[in-house]
């Protein structure tokens, strides 16, 4: 995953590689128009992402509730994945 600088002159005929690379391995490209940066381009994937992290952070709740569940695991307590499964599976039969 790397981050270039990329001129909207240079983006032109190039989009189709740095479309294949963002998609593929995450790169990203900050997009300039005379010198200054005006846009980013990056994976639809990180971009959704990135929106569902921003949709966490403006939920005070909802980050009150992860940040009580860390200190939980942080002090032994939760459930482990396989005690998880286990009472799935029991809810199943």
């Not at 998609?23 to 997009?31: K, N």
């Not at 929106?51 to 939920?59: G, H, K, N, R, S």
């Amino acid at each position: 995953m790397a981050t270039e600088t990329v001129s909207l002159t240079d983006l032109r005929p190039r989009l189709s590689e740095l479309l294949t690379r963002a998609h593929e391995d995450f790169d990203r490209f900050v997009i300039t128009r005379h010198g200054r940066a005006e846009a980013v381009l990056l994976s639809s994937e990180e971009f959704e992402g990135l929106m569902e992290t921003l949709e966490i952070l403006a939920d005070s709740k909802l980050l009150e509730r992860l940040v009580e569940a860390d200190e939980e695991l942080a002090a032994g307590g939760g459930h482990s994945l396989d005690d998880i499964r286990r009472e799935l599976d029991r809810g199943r039969r």
